[in-house]
């Protein structure tokens, strides 16, 4: 049986809400909602079974509503879409959501409720540690696309979650709702995590299982395009890992380089000898490398700006100092000082007729002046880019058309 939670937890009217969303699944749905109602009866609580529907033409909403759940429509087609009308509609203080086709346990939600009532928001399944029957999984899923998948959100977010799309999980319905989640598709299943950690809410992991579902029909899931649907989202969620740790790499790469092959060629083994061509890409990998930067830098600020991420991080610090003011002044006096070594290797070659040139240092001088001379306007362009982002806006007003006051985006950045 469930602990009960303490008097000042427990609110009157309905605990908990059961949430399946449906897409045609008349051929499973019941067993789902039959499971879920005995549930609710074997542990006494309070809750309804909500059916979201996604345009169903099966009679699975007729099913749903025999059967006593409550049907909310949904227009907006998607995974993602069903769920967060679902999760609008659900009158309970706590959601369970799982997919309706019957692949998950609607009897054993225990564990699930217990960690809510005992203070988590956010309660995942874990396959893995529960158990996979045989046929559940298919085989990418359950040995590259689910770990690989997970272990970046871990690596990417500091997300104590190893089973990242597990489709049973249980959450506290009023810190869902604050989060503003937007994903209509399957990775919906990833931006509830994510936006979870970046919102610092409590989440927890607990055991459950698979079976093979009950459709006579392919799954609404595409292994290949929401796999990189899933994946694009982590990406785009983490700056850091898609701009900032590539750039600097390249960045610290082109510099190491570089500095090694200044003064003529190198030679690392017997028959290899690094020379103008290394340090022509080394030169090429600098400059990839800051762009990178200020991408990450650019996409950093929105992200702040628009509260898709928090902007009270080390890194915001950071770019909080990356004037446009002093980004203009930084990339011109490295411009100007990549012109003059330009200028000098000019000069030198002038001094030889514009021949043959017998001084390895003259084409690395032209090399290093032509790269510092790009740096030094992708970080005069990119402080423009930022400082743009911050200038302050008024919002034009709902009906009227008339500016409303306020919308400083310097300040939504700083206040999220």
């Not at 400059?287 to 830098?297: E, M, P, R, T």
């Not at 030198?348 to 090399?367: E, H, K, S």
Request: with cysteine; hydrophobic share 50%; glycine share 12%.
């Amino acid at each position: 049986m469930l602990s009960r939670a303490e008097p000042e937890r427990v609110e009157p009217g309905i605990e908990l809400t059961i949430l399946l969303p449906c897409l045609n699944e008349a051929g499973t749905l019941a067993a789902c909602i039959r499971k879920a109602k005995s549930f609710l009866k074997a542990n006494a609580i309070a809750g309804e079974i909500v059916v979201a529907d996604n345009g169903s033409t099966d009679g699975s909403t007729r099913i749903a509503a025999e059967l006593g759940a409550r049907v909310v429509g949904v227009a907006e087609r998607g995974y993602g879409a069903a769920l967060l009308g679902g999760i609008e509609a659900a009158r309970g203080r706590y959601v369970v959501m799982g997919d309706a086709d019957d692949s998950y346990d609607f009897t054993n939600l225990g564990l699930f409720v217990d960690k809510l009532r005992r203070g988590a928001d956010i309660v995942i399944g874990n396959r893995f540690a529960g158990g996979i029957a045989p046929g559940a999984m298919p085989f990418l899923h359950k040995y590259l696309g689910n770990p690989v998948l997970s272990f970046l959100g871990r690596l990417f977010f500091s997300v104590p979650v190893r089973d990242f799309h597990c489709g049973l999980r249980a959450f506290r319905a009023a810190a869902v709702r604050d989060l503003g989640l937007r994903s209509a598709g399957m990775e919906f299943a990833s931006e509830m995590v994510v936006r979870s950690s970046l919102a610092g809410l409590t989440i927890v992991e607990v055991p459950t299982t698979l079976q093979p579902d009950g459709r006579s029909r392919p799954p609404h899931l595409k292994t290949w395009r929401d796999g990189w649907r899933h994946l694009k989202f982590l990406l785009m969620y983490s700056p850091r890992w898609l701009f900032f740790i590539p750039g600097a790499a390249l960045i610290a790469l082109g510099l190491l380089l570089t500095a090694m092959l200044s003064w003529g060629p190198m030679h690392v083994f017997r028959d290899v000898v690094l020379d103008v061509n290394t340090f022509i890409s080394a030169c090429f990998f600098m400059i990839a490398g800051v762009q990178l930067v200020s991408f990450g830098a650019i996409s950093r600020t929105y992200a702040a700006i628009s509260r898709l991420l928090p902007a009270d991080t080390r890194a915001m610090a950071v770019l909080r100092h990356a004037t446009t003011d002093r980004l203009a002044l930084g990339g011109a006096l490295l411009a100007i000082l990549g012109a003059a070594a330009f200028g000098y290797a000019l000069n030198a070659w002038a001094m030889q007729d514009f021949g043959p040139l017998p001084d390895p240092m003259i084409p690395r001088t032209v090399l290093g002046g032509m790269t510092m001379i790009v740096i030094g306007m992708q970080m005069l362009f990119t402080g423009f880019v930022l400082g743009i982002l911050n200038v302050p806006i008024r919002r034009l007003g709902p009906s009227s058309g008339a500016p409303e006051a306020g919308g400083d985006l310097c300040s939504a950045a700083q206040h999220p």
